[in-house]
T-cell receptor, first 114, second 117 residues
């Protein structure tokens, strides 16, 4: 049972480059989300999805794009990387976005933008 | 708006000491859900506990205990007889009752606990 799989684990980009962080879950979870973690800031929600074909913005969506074409996958796209996007990114999923369902987290992607 | 405050940025204790991590939340919902997650130095986020707003019973799991008080909007976490392996960043989180944005998990900024031998 793989759970939530994120790739890559580490990435270095130059300012202006674009890239996609991959996230896949094999638990048939309806809800998926992306967080970024910065020192002293906790985890902040970037984008989320409550089902295939449905996405919405979180607290810090600027500079990021998402899509949800399948239940399993929820990629996060950096359109034009900036040093302010240097962070650790976590993908998380749960059965639904309601009740007391806990989030299952991926192992994270450490991104550096030079 | 929902908010979670973990006022303690860092705590350092000596092994075997008891330590309490504070969590204060804000919400206008009458139904909501509270969580604690642990992030050890390896980086992954580990679920510890969840609590519904209509269940104010405190919970104990081994050396861990949680004190939920709606009157003070607090959901504090106590580690008894701390061990070096408890060293981690601990996050408190809040979720509202509805789908959409209110169903998202809102995290506090975390408390870094260092347990020294």
């Amino acid at each position: 049972n793989a759970g939530v799989t994120q790739t890559p684990k580490f990435q270095v980009l130059k300012t202006g480059q674009s890239m996609t962080l991959q996230c896949a879950q094999d638990m048939n979870h309806e809800y998926m989300s992306w967080y970024r973690q910065d020192p002293g800031m906790g985890l902040r929600l970037i984008h989320y999805s409550v089902g295939a074909g449905i996405t919405d913005q979180g607290e810090v969506p600027n500079g990021y794009n998402v899509s949800r074409s399948t239940t399993e996958d929820f990629p996060l796209r950096l359109l034009s990387a900036a040093p302010s996007q240097t962070s650790v990114y976590f993908c998380a999923s749960s059965w639904t976005s309601t009740t007391n369902e806990k989030l299952f987290f991926g192992s994270g992607t450490q991104l550096s933008v030079l | 708006a929902q908010k979670v405050t973990q006022a303690q940025t860092e705590i350092s204790v000596v092994e075997k000491e008891d330590v309490t991590l504070d969590c204060v939340y804000e919400t206008r919902d009458t139904t909501y859900y509270l969580f604690w997650y642990k992030q050890p130095p390896s980086g992954e986020l580990v679920f510890l506990i969840r609590r519904n707003s209509f269940d104010e019973q405190n919970e104990i799991s081994g050396r861990y205990s949680w004190n939920f008080q709606k009157s003070t909007s607090s959901f504090n976490f106590t580690i008894t007889a701390s061990q070096v392996v408890d060293s981690a960043v601990y996050f408190c989180a809040l979720r509202g009752p509805l789908r959409g944005s209110q169903g998202n998990l809102i995290f506090g900024k975390g408390t870094k606990l260092s347990v020294k031998p």
